[in-house]
């Protein structure tokens, strides 16, 4: 990697996209960083310049970039054809595979992208309960619907837990469908339930919300409380399946919700995500099943696409051999430690947040529970941090550090050194 790096070609890139992109941008990550091409653990922006790549695609790339494996199962495919819209083997295979591996999975249905899972399952367990509203915890992402971006990451959030959009042009009658509890409190939890007793249909939550892991008991809490209550348990595993273990968070944790959402790994790159969950929730999608009146329909131009299935189904047989979690884990923890050690010896104020497979800097002290301590942390000191990592080839999106398997021992070596001369430099900056 050389330290001095090209920005000439990426500045024309740069200039071409502000005249025909809305800020230059896709809208997922800041203008500056186009990415052109990657191969293992490492990607290479328009100019050429190599970075060791922790964005890996804002999670789907878990086995690293052009894996060999995937390639040739998508290039096999691709001789097949690309979609069909109807039912093909290639899904029916993927769906087994997720049924085997995720405890809540009894029948699996598709979408094109994890927004699109979530939002069908917030419909699914409003049409199988009959009930309007849907608990969120502040903090929680559950793709871009209007559903999901009440409270996704409000700023000033008041005293109180009152559902703010994340975005104009969502209907205010929005906000009265969601309510929002904070996260890792199963005592407001169980109030908020009680408030509105027989109006809540599901707890729809990331069992590991961002980064913040579920605090002891606290996802058995929830498991028992939705029973009490007649309500459902939702895990949004978009990001935490196949990541947290093969079987995703809720094998990780032993808890087993009634339904889950899936994406990102399960397309191995390509469009796909999943709603996964009891057979008899999972009805309500079978025309022949459902009782009359709760029949929901659920389709998509590119569900269950064979490329994106192939593609799922190579990763999912990389991540599924035996050692590849503890390898993940190994990785990760090692990047953890060094991480938080060098933060401490510069003297910063600061905690490592995430568990091994991700993770990120907090520059904060005191423990980080719910979203709005997460609101302590120093962002401008973070924001820099990335700035000062990306300058030395290390690519991560501004929220966390995304392990993939593809990362090896001289990739460790040369993300510690980065953080070292990194941090070193944001200390001097101080
Ligand atoms: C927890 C969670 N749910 C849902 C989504 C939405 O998935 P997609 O970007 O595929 O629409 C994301 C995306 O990052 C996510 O992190």
Sequence with gaps: MSEARSHTRSQELMARARRVLPGGTFG???????????????????????????????????VGHAHPEVNDAVRRQLDQGTTFFATNPQGIDLAEIIIDAVPCADKVRYSASGSE??????????????????????????GYSDYGLMSLAPKNPGNSMEPIPDSPGIPAAIKDTVVIAPFNDADAVESLMKAHEGEIAAVFME?????????PGFLKAMRELTLAHDMLLVFDEVVTGFRLAY????????????????????????????????DEVMALFDSERAEAGKFLPQFG???????????????????????TFDRLFETGNR????????????????????????????FAGGPILNH???LRGDAKLAARLNALLKERGVLKSSAKYYVSTAIDGSDVEQTIAAWDSAIDQLAAER
């Design 117 to 142: 899972a979530d939002a069908f399952a917030m419909r699914l367990v409003r049409a199988y309960t009959g009930r309007e509203k849907i608990l969120k915890f502040e903090g929680g992402y559950h």
């Design 372 to 374: 709005r301590d997460l």
């Design 207 to 215: 069992p590991l919300q961002r980064l913040i892991p579920p605090e």
């Design 301 to 323: 131009t590119l569900s269950g696409a064979p490329v994106a299935s192939v593609a799922g189904i190579a990763t999912l047989n990389i991540l599924n051999r035996p050692g």
């Design 247 to 278: 079987g995703g968070a809720q094998a990780y944790y032993g808890v087993t919700p009634d339904v889950c959402t899936l994406g990102k790994a399960i397309g191995g790159g390509f469009p796909l995500a999943a709603i996964a969950g009891r």
């Design 335 to 362: 990047l953890m430690t060094a991480l938080a050690g060098k933060l401490d010896a510069a003297g910063f104020e600061a905690q490592v947040v995430g568990i091994a497979p991700m993770f990120d800097v907090v």
């Design 28 to 62: 997922n990550v800041e203008r500056e960083t186009i990415i052109s091409r990657g191969q293992g653990s490492r990607v290479w922006d328009g100019h050429g310049n190599e970075y060791i790549d922790y964005l890996i695609g804002s999670g789907p790339m878990i």
